[in-house]
């Protein structure tokens, strides 16, 4: 791994940062992984750095075979970390210098060489949720991906439909339950959610209001199990939303920025499973349940999906890539289910499937978020 840029060959270094603290650990170490095999090395130097469970920033192999799902088991950043457990990766923090370092107690501290952009392929929060987003403006360094805003808003549900609603974008019915409801008077809680059923009907979903890939969801169809799938969904966000079943079809669309501004891909629908209870975990990255693309849909119902899909992009600010989710109701209403800033890029995710059948292939996908992050100025957005 060269640490400097060679006079002959001024590569752009281009850090692939993975793994993390949330939920979604493994599903950010298979992105990598992905991501990893797929850039153009005769392009641009590499720098992978994994972070592990509890938050250490590790410098790791460029092992893209030793980050896969294998016989069900999910990887981990410790699966292919280089360093010791006890040192660090450090990054700049100085907008003057762009100068990566190892440290390790006891030694000193090793220059990694400069990074020219950070592709954060970090799911959920500590990653997705604008923090790590914060420190690389702070630290001036280019990222692939939205700002702050844009993916604060990406991961808290209960906000990204606020400002969907103030944009008139379609958005279903949905209840809140803060921590200090459910903490307080979890009786109170439990009525809010019984009285929204009333409404609404059952069943409804129990989902932590900022966390992805499905985890800590729950579909529950009555009273009995309501507790249990409110407290799973706090195991990931203390705050939890509640939302409605709504009938109809699950249609994803891709948006990606291009020089001219966001485009849409052609959609995808996600089939019901008669193995799983909804799209959740298993069925997206155990099970590999494959998405239509392109979903069979009239050219209106494409049109119209689309249009929605950056429209929804250009309502949160967001900047590279985004998967929207919509429902396409039995009454033929397209309604808007959530925003990934940072998709799935796994072999099997919606998101790059929807790009190759539109035309741009996964290396081209890769390449276009790190030209659009280089490309766009540091700082406020």
């Known amino acids: 791994m060269s640490s400097e840029h060679s006079p002959q060959s001024p590569k752009p270094r281009v850090a692939v940062v993975f793994g993390g603290r949330s939920s979604e650990h493994a599903i950010s170490v298979v992105t990598a992984g992905a991501v990893l095999s797929a850039i153009d090395r005769g392009k641009y130097d590499v720098l992978p750095i994994g972070i592990t469970p509890d938050g250490r920033w590790a410098l790791t192999a460029d092992a893209p075979e030793r980050m896969a799902i294998t016989d069900r088991r999910l990887p981990s950043v410790e699966d292919v970390a280089e360093s010791s457990s006890e040192g660090a990766v450090l990054l700049p923090l100085d907008p003057a210098s762009r100068e990566v370092v190892y440290s390790e107690p006891g030694s000193v501290p090793k220059a990694l060489g400069e990074v020219d952009v950070v592709f954060p392929v970090l799911h959920g929060p500590y990653g997705e949720d604008g923090t790590i987003q914060g420190m690389l403006d702070l630290a001036g360094v280019p990222y692939v991906g939205s700002g702050v805003l844009a993916s604060a808003v990406g991961m808290d549900k209960e906000y990204m439909k606020r400002v969907f609603i103030s944009y008139g974008l379609p958005v279903g019915p949905y209840e809140v339950i803060r921590p200090r409801e459910w903490e307080q008077d979890p009786a109170a809680a439990r009525k809010k959610i019984v009285d929204f059923a009333g409404d609404h009907g059952w069943p409804l979903f129990v989902k932590p209001s900022r966390a992805g890939s499905s985890m800590g969801i729950t579909k529950v169809t009555g009273?009995?199990?309501?507790?249990?799938?409110?407290?799973?969904?706090?195991?990931?966000?203390?705050?939890?939303?509640?939302?409605?079943?709504?009938?109809?079809?699950?249609?994803?669309?891709?948006?990606?920025?291009?020089?001219?501004?966001?485009?849409?891909?052609?959609?995808?629908?996600?089939?019901?499973?008669?193995?799983?209870?909804?799209?959740?975990?298993?069925?997206?990255?155990?099970?590999?349940?494959a998405g239509i693309v392109p979903a069979p849909l009239t050219e209106d119902e494409t049109a119209r999906v689309r249009e929605l899909a950056v429209r929804a992009f250009d309502a949160a600010s967001c900047e590279g890539l985004v998967r929207a989710d919509f429902f396409l109701l039995d009454s033929g209403e397209f309604v808007i289910n959530e925003i990934n800033t940072m998709p799935g890029f796994t072999p099997i995710s919606m998101y790059p499937r929807m790009w190759q059948e539109t035309g741009v292939s996964y290396p081209e996908l890769v390449d276009r978020l790190i030209q659009a992050a280089l490309r766009r100025p540091t700082g406020l957005r």
Do not use: T, W
């Not at 990931?236 to 079809?249: A, Q, T």
């Not at 291009?258 to 499973?273: L, T, Y």
């Open 223 to 289: 009273l009995e199990g309501l507790d249990e799938a409110v407290e799973e969904a706090r195991r990931h966000d203390p705050k939890i939303l509640v939302e409605s079943l709504l009938r109809g079809r699950e249609i994803e669309c891709g948006v990606l920025e291009f020089e001219d501004g966001p485009r849409a891909s052609v959609p995808a629908e996600i089939p019901s499973e008669a193995d799983h209870a909804f799209y959740d975990f298993e069925a997206k990255y155990i099970d590999s349940a």
